[in-house]
Nanobody, 130 residues
Framework: QVQLVESGGGSVQAGGSLRLSCAAS????????MGWFRQAPGKEREGVAS????????YYADNVKGRFTISHDNAKNTLYLQMNSLSPEDTAMYYC???????????????????????RGQGTQVTVSS
């Protein structure tokens, strides 16, 4: 199993940018489907973006398309989420998750059960002020 540690969160003003990182360790051999998720207080967890590290196809939730970019550095075993044009609605705890499944669309393939069974990090807080 892979262990995941997120970093890079912080407080920014609306319109600003942040880059989140998710460092993987342990069983990193081979490909993973990796995703970014977020949960704001009082709201359901939502998928933000995902990609399969072997196929490198990326997927985004509609509300972040054009603003967020997911990427992966194979040499560093690290997943990134570049977040631009941030708004207060992006305020949440952000988590990364990973599993070995090939199906990797953030808007279709990540059920709640799948997320609960996946390797997950402890989260990093993003706060956007207006």
């Amino acid at each position: 199993q892979v262990q995941l540690v997120e970093s890079g969160g912080g407080s920014v003003q609306a319109g600003g940018s942040l880059r989140l990182s998710c460092a993987a360790s342990g069983d990193t051999y081979g490909s993973y489907c990796m995703g970014w998720f977020r949960q704001a207080p009082g709201k359901e967890r939502e998928g933000v973006a995902s990609m399969h590290t072997g196929i490198e196809t990326t997927y985004y939730a509609d509300n972040v398309k054009g603003r967020f970019t997911i990427s992966h550095d194979n040499a560093k075993n690290t997943l990134y989420l570049q977040m631009n044009s941030l708004s207060p609605e992006d305020t949440a705890m952000y988590y990364c998750a990973a599993d070995r499944a090939v199906a990797c669309r953030i808007d279709r393939d990540w059920s709640r059960r799948r997320y609960d069974l996946a390797s997950r990090g402890q989260g990093t807080q993003v706060t956007v002020s207006s």
